[in-house]
């Protein structure tokens, strides 16, 4: 007991958890549109659902990256409030609100430029055009996708995590009927297949900003930052560049993640559907899995954001062993049910025997691969709140592209070091690669960490 106490600061576990419950429901309510949307597709038909699938493979990584840049807003809003300037958040959002819009130009070229892939990966034409139809919805998602981002960041500076949760609430509820009515149709609203549920996932987006918007004006303490954000100045380039030079590096080692495991898909495809279905069911678990680490890093960033801008070392570092601590106890506690019940969990996806039988052994590696998995993910969020963010890019590239990558395609096709794995040799890659990542950003934020206090 006296070894808990002297691991678990009392006061910071309250925090965190107050910081990380909503973000954790909000993340598994965003991950449940993505599940309607694919539900209410295949209920259109093979060809609309392959449509969505298509298009979101390309859309996704590109939004995600865009919006990764951004995340930095939290932490730099924390540290502001941990260093008693809580005046200059105004300015700090007028000036992301510039890197927004630059954001949503290049975001908006990338999407009209992907449109070129479709073709060149399918010859189905109904699915390269649902896929087309899908993506030029989501071009216009992008200012409100853009804006929510700096708007939950402003929202994670504050520790006030609760509003991404209820407005994720009212999206996921909303998503459902909209997505019948645009991909069924319904009175003069004609059916758009599959196509629809981009529509749908666009004014859900400027549904969700436009909420955000509102609670900062209906909250006093925010209502002069929402004054200050619109307001017309003249931009600060030192803060944008700083916003951007912060946040560039979490874009590219998020795309770097992303392309990483959506082309080990490709490389598993050629194997046949039973290789596909099992390694894509076991993939939707990890990502279930993953939203506990996820939450965590996002809340971790904001609490050591807020001591880093204080100089208050010995709450960075209660903070730092009550993370770890409460990190080891809920992702050992999930490695154990998914070896106990693996089983039962992919029969919620499929009663397909075959797909059973392989996808429970992939969760065997995916329960292996959860502690380095949500270490990485701890580390990096303990880096964004000392704002040093570029060894992230550099590691992700490294352990995923350099080590993974290579190691993937050479288990699951060859027998150059053991006989060809099939979808396990993905998995052992992932094993392998966010082992090295967890030990890389381990390593880099204990020097950044002697770094930030070194004045103390």
């Known amino acids: 007991m006296n070894i808990l106490r002297k691991l678990v600061d009392k006061d910071e576990l309250k925090r965190l958890l107050v910081l990380m419950l909503p973000l954790y429901i909000a993340n598994l309510m965003n991950m449940g549109m993505g599940v309607v949307d694919t539900i209410v597709a295949g209920q259109a038909g093979p060809e609309q659902l392959a449509g969505v699938a298509l298009g979101s493979s390309v859309t996704v990584p590109i939004m995600v990256a865009v919006g990764a840049v951004l995340t930095i807003i939290g932490p730099m809003v924390s540290r502001l409030r941990g260093a008693g300037c809580e005046g200059k958040v105004g300015l700090l959002l007028n000036n992301a609100k510039l890197l927004a819009l630059i954001l949503m130009f290049v975001e908006v070229v990338a999407l009209l430029a992907a449109v070129q892939v479709f073709p060149l ?28 981002r700096c708007l939950q960041g402003h929202f994670e500076g504050y520790g006030h995590t609760r509003p991404a949760m209820l407005i994720a609430f009212v999206g996921l509820l909303m998503n459902i009927p909209l997505n019948f009515v645009f991909v069924f149709g319904w009175g003069v609203i004609p059916a758009m297949g599959g196509a629809g549920t981009g529509l749908t996932t666009t004014l859900i987006h400027y549904l969700m900003m436009g909420a955000m918007l509102l609670l900062m004006v209906l909250y006093p303490r925010y209502r002069r930052n929402m004054v200050q954000m619109w307001a017309n100045r003249p931009p ?15 874009g590219v080692a998020s795309l770097c993640e992303m392309t990483f495991f959506c082309v080990i898909t490709l490389v598993i495809a050629p194997l046949g559907a039973l290789a596909v279905g099992a390694h894509q069911v076991a993939i939707n678990v990890s ?74 052994g992939l969760l065997l590696i995916c329960a292996v691969y959860q502690l380095s998995d949500a270490l990485q993910a701890l580390m990096s969020g303990l880096l964004r709140g000392c704002h040093d963010t570029q060894a992230i890019t550099w590691v992700n590239m490294f352990s995923y592209w350099v080590i993974g990558f290579p190691l993937a395609c050479i288990l699951i096709r060859t027998d150059w070091i053991v006989p060809a794995m099939g979808p396990a040799g993905a998995w052992v890659s992932f094993v392998v690669s966010l082992t090295i990542t967890a030990v890389l950003l381990s390593l880099r934020f204990l020097r950044v960490r002697k770094q930030v206090f070194r004045a103390n």
Request: hydrophobic content about 55%; glycine content about 2%; aromatic content about 12%.
């Open 287 to 360: 990502a279930v899995l993953f939203m506990f680490p996820l939450s965590l890093s996002i809340a971790t960033s904001i609490r050591s954001a807020y001591h880093v801008g204080a100089r208050d070392k010995l709450r960075f570092d209660a903070l730092l062993r009550t993370s770890i601590t409460f990190m080891l106890a809920v992702i050992l506690s999930l490695a154990l049910l998914t070896i106990c019940f693996r089983r039962e969990i992919i029969s919620l996806y499929t009663d397909e025997l075959p797909i059973i039988e392989l996808a429970s």
């Open 121 to 148: 990966v399918s010859d189905d034409a109904v699915m390269v055009e649902v896929a087309t139809d899908y993506l030029y919805f989501l071009v216009f998602c992008v200012p409100a996708s853009v804006m929510l």
């Open 236 to 250: 600060e380039w030192r803060v944008v560049r700083d916003i951007f030079n912060k946040g560039l590096p979490l």
